[in-house]
């Protein structure tokens, strides 16, 4: 039996590499497990928040989902402003929903 991992496992960049690292890394590409999602919960009261994520590039593209009524709602008022490394701003409307929360994936 297959135990999933739920924490991201990357392939070391020097030394010697088992089979098993690779095994993992291209059964989960297959599986369409790549590890690129997140998620974010829109700060009240603000215009911007910014999401730190150690995969973003400043050539990503960030993809929002809404996973709750209040985030859907703000959708059409909320952008990916920013990119930088490690880190991008979302642009938003400023109100005090505590409960506008996306999940995210990120595209390189």
Sequence with gaps: ?????????????????DDRFFAEAINNLLNKRMDAVGEVTL?????????????????????????????????????????????FTVTHANNAQTDRTFRYIILS
């Design 43 to 87: 700060a009240a009261s603000v215009t911007t928040t910014v999401v730190t994520d150690n995969r973003v590039t400043k050539n990503s593209v960030i993809v929002l989902s809404p996973t709750t009524a209040n985030a859907a709602g703000a959708l059409a008022t909320t952008w990916i402003a920013d990119y930088d490394t490690h880190e």
């Design 1 to 17: 039996m297959a135990i999933e991992r739920r924490y991201p496992r990357f392939l070391p960049t020097t030394g010697k590499v």
